[in-house]
């Protein structure tokens, strides 16, 4: 089955630390994105990709980090300079940039501990 | 900057009601708008997509429509049952990159 999986699906930080979250995709889409979600908000994006070796920051991308080297893997590092990094993190991907539906990922769950 | 606006927060119907979950946003350039439904702890289940140049677009029970000129869409849930109880949202996307910008949701619940 095609689909978007991430891993793992619950994660603890403990302070200062950096954890990395995986996305990998087999729909071969060009486009992936990661979005940040909190409680009573409304999803956020943290960075995006069309394609392989180049990504792009979106609206929160302060203490993030990602990597773009193979088209059906785009992980995002939370790193130590996220000061509020709790939240519930959403991988998604499209066919490509106009037009088409966007499919997510399952979430995981980072939580500072 | 476009903002997306989904009101109510939260509705509770009984089953078998019909009923209407609405969506705006402030800037009427944008090139498609999509629905999509969460389960609590889970992610996001795409429902329907309008192109900025459909008026509409149905699966199932559900329809969404769109009025670009307004700022409007709105996803309709005909004969509804326990099953649809979940958060719905919707995002546009107004620019050429494929980014969504999401409403904060409106959380349904369908008392049997």
């Known amino acids: 089955d095609g689909g978007i999986t991430q891993s793992p699906k619950y994660l603890f930080r403990k302070e200062g630390q950096n954890v990395t979250l995986s996305c990998e995709q087999n729909?071969?889409?060009?486009?992936m994105y990661w979005y940040r979600q909190d409680p009573g908000q409304g999803l956020r994006l943290i960075y995006y990709?069309?394609?392989?070796?180049?990504?792009q920051k979106g609206d929160i991308a302060e203490g993030y980090s990602v990597s773009r080297e193979k088209k059906e893997s785009f992980p995002l590092t939370v790193t130590s300079a996220q000061k509020n990094p709790t939240a519930f993190y959403l991988c998604?991907?499209?066919?490509?940039?106009?037009?088409?539906?966007?499919?997510f990922g399952q979430g995981t769950r980072l939580t500072v501990v | 900057k476009q903002e997306v606006t989904q009101i109510p927060a939260a509705l509770s119907v009984p089953e078998g009601e019909n009923l209407v979950l609405n969506c705006s946003f402030t800037d009427s350039a944008i090139y498609n708008l999509q629905w999509f439904r969460q389960d609590p702890g889970k992610g996001l289940t795409s429902l329907l997509l309008i192109q900025s140049s459909q008026r509409e677009q149905t699966s199932g029970r559900l329809n969404a429509s769109l009025d670009k000129s307004s700022g409007r869409s709105t996803l309709y849930i005909a004969a509804s049952q326990p099953g649809d109880s979940a958060t719905y949202l919707c995002a546009v996307d107004s620019s050429n990159t494929g980014k969504l910008i999401f409403g904060q949701g409106t959380t349904l619940q369908v008392k049997p």
């Open positions: 990709s069309q394609i392989v070796n180049d990504f």
């Open positions: 998604a991907s499209r066919r490509d940039r106009t037009n088409t539906e966007a499919f």
């Open positions: 729909l071969n889409h060009d486009a």
